[in-house]
């Protein structure tokens, strides 16, 4: 089995910074591609930021030169950086993961269970 641990959420006000944090732990051979995606109520997920295997990086508009997302391929753990915030950003933050289990196996996605980023003053 595979999991993906998410951490760092929160309330935070307006301008301020919050770093998530995302560990993938257990039966995994390999990772391609990382990333962060986020839902608010009423909406549908959408991608925030994603780092493939090669540390490419793709961000969505609008949170470029706001966020950073990075990754430490030993430890198996993806973060994203947040700085600037808006009261836009609030929402279910969700880590992502395409991960091979074995060898012989393709890459499948995997889901964390999501953190709570909430911007307000």
């Known amino acids: 089995q595979v999991h993906l641990v998410e951490s760092g959420g929160g309330l935070v006000q307006p301008g301020g910074s919050l770093r998530l944090s995302c560990a993938a732990s257990g039966s995994i051979f390999s990772i391609n591609g990382m990333g962060w995606y986020r839902q608010a109520p009423g909406k549908e997920r959408e991608l925030v930021a994603v780092?493939?295997?090669?540390?490419?990086?793709n961000y969505a508009d609008s949170v470029k030169g706001r966020f950073t997302i990075s990754r430490d391929a030993p430890q198996n753990t993806v973060y994203l950086q947040m700085n600037s915030l808006k009261p836009e950003d609030t929402a279910v933050y969700y880590c992502?993961?395409?991960?091979?289990?074995?060898?012989?196996?393709?890459?499948?996605?995997?889901w964390g269970q999501g953190t709570q980023v909430t911007v307000s003053s």
């Open positions: 992502n993961a395409q991960i091979r289990v074995s060898w012989s196996r393709g890459a499948s996605d995997y």
């Open positions: 780092v493939t295997s090669s540390l490419t990086t």
